[in-house]
């Protein structure tokens, strides 16, 4: 139903590698590691995150957005995505 | 026909707004004002002008893009929008 | 030794939480859940992890940084707070 | 005085090209240009500015805040900068 449903294992794998990278993060600092190395795996995640974002706003576009523009309900559905897309430009 | 065209006096009108702060940025480092204050004042002109992208990508969306979807020949207009919105998001 | 030190539990605690939200996007996609609401919980992800870098800039910039130019050699450390600096404002 | 003194001409003439591309995207809405050419000037605009920001960033810190750190005086000057980060990397 979901425009993502195509590719869930590519998104769950991806966010997968993001908690492994959160936990190795978590470790570095247990063990006082230096901050900026610390600091370049957390613009690693915001990145990933981000591109994880992304590839979601891409296939919500083209499934869900689309459906409902062309049924001639597309007004809600392009307030939500505006509103997605504000976010995650802040 | 543009969908931004119905808000093109206030898409002009911020412009001009932003334009203004850019000149006095210049004057104020012409002037040997605090680095924090002249900082203050780019990152503003950075918000003014990702809001402004914003309100595009809204009547673009709504314009265009939907128009687009609604004919049956949305895919490149969204691979388009995607690809705007990748930029804005960096 | 490094600034983050003193604040090494709240850090760990926030990550903690950071892993947490990414698990449970994953249970969302899993779940089918509507791609505006997971976009929802990225956004909160990335915000977050935008501040825990914030807060390691923070400690960082008043430990290390501050002690180097102390001692009269806070070139090399400017120069990698600056380049962390760059990683988090694209 | 300022940290930024040295590439005031660099700093200047680099406003004044972000003036133009401003003036530029102002004169393509009013030629009703196509709004995807528009965000991508304006998404220039947002990553200069940026850059110009990061460049005042960079000057202030090895001038004002090393200077202040020097003189044992650091704290508030860290306090702003981290304020002016925090608000470049919204």
Known sequence: MHGYRSNKDDLLR????IEGQIRGIQKM???D????D???QLAA???ATNKVGLSLIDSHTRGCVANAI???DGSK?????????RI???
């Open 14 to 17: 991806r966010l997968k590698k």
């Open 29 to 31: 600092i247990e063990e």
């Open 33 to 36: 590691r230096y901050c900026v």
């Open 38 to 40: 610390i600091l370049a």
């Open 45 to 47: 995640v915001k990145a």
């Open 70 to 72: 062309q049924e001639g």
């Open 77 to 85: 559905h392009i307030e939500e995505l505006l509103e997605v897309i």
């Open 88 to 90: 995650f430009t802040k």
